[in-house]
């Protein structure tokens, strides 16, 4: 799609227009954008040589004058004493495709405004500024050019959201605590968030959602936010081992600091802030990325019937594996995950990967064999490398182990991070350990170093106890999927186990982010000593409602034999998409999604509730007009309840078409998932 560009150079205003006026109760506004539907207004100001931004949306303010700017190590800090020098705004208006995802085009429309700030004494050092304002959210991200050839040495990011936000509901989980992402999310009037992680995510009582999150996390630390007062929220870098938080060689830009802002949750979700915000595609042509299902030696391991250490219960044996992939390749699943293949998990592996060989098969498995058995059934082995937070270790083996996933047709990895947060281990070669955290910036650029080296040798990965995803699927469609919240393995053995609302609070926080690879279906419903909280129905639901290019098919091969009319919508759904909407939705109650396959002309349907019960009447206006589907219903039945009636379920059929309006009732707990499939 060409692309329009209009440029319009402003002569910056006059120096003089930025003395104290006699009553400085509003800072001066230096420079203003509005976003291409004029919805929502950034200003900046200048109060006495400081910058603030601040935003409005319709005419009513959203942020209030917010802080911008930097502490430094050996230097002044980056706050006081600016003036505007120059100032620039441009139009973009264009549409880009993804290789696979939520959507395969997607509009980039926005105003960027730059603003270059320079201080008027001293330094005399210059920031520059950069807004893009979109109609549903705002990013910007400071730029520091080159002004001298030492090391830009970060102690502290000033940036604040000053959200005018008065009797807002929050939906958060704590940043800095030791269990990374993997906090359920506390539901909290606005005045009772502490430290969190984004996206963190705000209803306002105006009905207005808005969501606080980053984008292109790239060389830099992860930003939490504290909240300092009131409603007003402060960047807090994620620490690194020496003490500052941020060391960079200038010219460098941070990660984009960015707002979601929407009528409705649904439009919350919808938004593609982010990844428009990101760089486009930097590996060219990647389509050797096929997304697919996959199965494997995992949740027998969480059930405790089998171990990842070696000896009689070992699960990654020849024989155990050859199972996996005969059930991959009679029911079409492209992926076996083996979990436990290598050397390294007899001892205490949590916390301490030092024993992890990951070119070494254990003794009674016989990986070349595998692959090959794999492969002559059409299916293909998927890479486990667990580092237990051992990082260094790992990353001195990186080449060789990808290099052997390479040889042998491994092109999906799955790599662990099991540490508590705070206690990646380092070893620069100089005897000591150093411990960083799992969003530091030392972390975020081994993230980036195993997914180009994973590129080089076409194999995509998905991290668990990752570090959280910014939309850097865009510039490396390698990066498919990831875990970074409560997945499917709190089920088996949570303390407390999932709720039934904390799948429906994903969607409108940690899945605002991008993939989760949560590792759904579980139809036998049970976990290790205790229930799932969840009907049958919702479990194949989730496969349409929690988004990832690579999707497990979670639970053993014998649980899937006992529900053969479930188990036939887990084989049948899809997981690459042409487009996707979210039908109905309200933070933390339920959600209701509709996405057409790629490439195809199905349409899936997928809807979860929390603990309550809810009838939704859902118009089929999605579906080509003038064409008869059978909708393929996966439903709760009428007695279903996730306490104590989860299993009762109902497949039925139906003919409808886009004029159609469906009654979807979903059971305390419950799920429904639908197949829409053209009639010939
Ligand atoms: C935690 C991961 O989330 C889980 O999927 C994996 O099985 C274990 N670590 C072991 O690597
Ligand atoms: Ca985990």
Redesign the pocket.
């Known amino acids: 799609m060409p692309m329009r560009r209009l440029c319009l150079l402003l002569l910056s205003l006059a120096a003089p227009l930025f003395s104290a006026p006699a009553i400085a109760a509003e800072p001066l506004v230096v420079a203003a954008v509005d976003s291409p539907g004029k919805v929502l207004r950034v200003e900046l100001s200048l109060d006495e040589g400081r910058i603030a931004w601040r935003a409005s949306r319709l005419g009513e303010p959203i942020v209030a004058p917010s802080r911008l700017g930097f502490l430094l190590r050996d230097a002044e800090k980056l706050e006081r004493n600016f003036v505007l020098v120059e100032q620039h705004t441009s139009a973009r208006d264009e549409t880009w495709q993804q290789p696979w995802g939520e959507n395969r085009l997607v509009r980039d429309h926005h105003v960027e405004l730059r603003a270059r700030f320079a201080e008027s004494m001293r330094a005399k050092r210059t920031l520059d500024l950069v807004f893009r304002v979109f109609d549903d959210g705002i990013g910007f991200r400071y730029e520091f050019p080159q002004e001298s050839a030492t090391d830009v040495v970060i102690d502290d990011e000033l940036t604040e959201f000053n959200l005018v936000a008065p009797a807002a509901t929050a939906w958060w989980i704590p940043a800095g605590e030791w269990n990374r992402y ?1 906090y359920l999310y506390q539901r909290t009037p606005i005045e009772q968030v502490g430290q969190v992680h984004t996206p963190v995510t705000f209803r306002l009582a105006s009905g207005l959602h808005v969501a606080i999150h980053e984008a292109a996390l790239v060389d830099y630390a992860g930003m939490w936010l504290r909240r300092v007062e009131g409603t007003r929220f402060k960047a807090v870098l994620s620490p690194a081992s020496e003490g500052w938080k941020v060391r960079r060689r200038a010219p460098f830009t941070t990660p984009w600091r960015t707002l979601r802002v929407a009528d409705t949750a649904a439009a919350l979700y919808e938004s593609n802030l982010e990844l428009n915000l990101n760089a486009p595609n930097q590996l060219g042509d990647t389509s050797w990325f096929k997304p697919a299902k996959y199965v494997g030696v995992w949740w027998e391991l969480h059930l405790e019937n089998s171990t990842w250490a070696t000896g009689p219960k070992h699960g990654a044996t020849t024989a155990n594996t050859r199972r996996y992939i005969d059930f991959a390749a009679e029911n079409g699943f492209r992926g076996v995950l083996v979990e436990g293949w290598n050397r390294g998990w007899d001892g205490q592996w949590f916390g301490d990967g030092n024993d992890f060989d990951f070119t070494r098969a254990t003794d009674d498995f016989d990986l070349e064999g595998l692959a090959a058995y794999a492969k002559q059934r059409g299916v293909h082995l998927v890479g486990h490398h667990e580092t237990g937070g051992a990082v260094s270790h790992y990353e001195r083996q990186l080449g060789d182990a990808l290099d052997l996933y390479r040889r042998l047709g491994i092109d999906v990895l799955k790599s ?1 991070y ?1 540490a508590d947060a705070g206690q990646i281990e380092r070893n620069d070669g100089d005897g000591l350990v150093h411990r960083e955290w799992h969003d530091g910036q030392w972390m975020v650029r081994h993230h980036e170093r195993v997914v180009r080296e994973a590129a080089a040798r076409h194999i995509a990965v998905n991290p ?2 990752p570090v959280k995803d910014t939309g850097l699927r865009r510039t490396w469609p390698n990066w498919v999927s990831r ?1 970074g919240a409560r ?1 499917m ?1 709190y089920a088996a053995w949570g303390n407390p186990p999932n709720p039934p609302e904390h799948e429906v609070n994903l969607v409108f926080t940690r899945m605002l982010a991008g993939p989760m690879d949560f590792t759904p279906g579980i139809l036998s419903l049970m976990g290790r000593k205790q229930p799932l909280k969840s009907t049958l129905a919702r479990q194949l639901a989730l496969y349409v409602v929690l988004y990832s290019p690579i999707q497990m098919v979670a639970d053993l091969p014998a649980n899937y034999a006992r529900q053969p009319e479930a188990f036939r919508f887990i084989r049948d759904v899809a997981v690459d998409w042409e487009t996707t909407r979210v039908l109905a939705g309200e933070v933390g109650d339920y959600v209701v999604f509709a996405r057409r396959e790629r490439g195809g002309d199905t349409w899936f349907l997928g809807g979860i509730t929390d603990e309550n019960g809810r009838v939704l009447d859902v118009p089929l206006a999605f579906l080509e007009p003038k064409r008869r589907y059978v909708a393929e219903i996966y439903r709760d039945g009428d007695d279903a309840h996730w306490r104590d009636n989860p299993f009762d379920f109902v497949r039925e059929t139906r003919e409808v078409g886009s004029a159609d309006t469906l009654r979807v009732r979903l059971a305390a707990g419950g799920g429904q998932a639908i197949r829409f499939v053209p009639k010939r």
């Open positions: 993997e662990g099991v668990h106890e875990e997945g393995e």
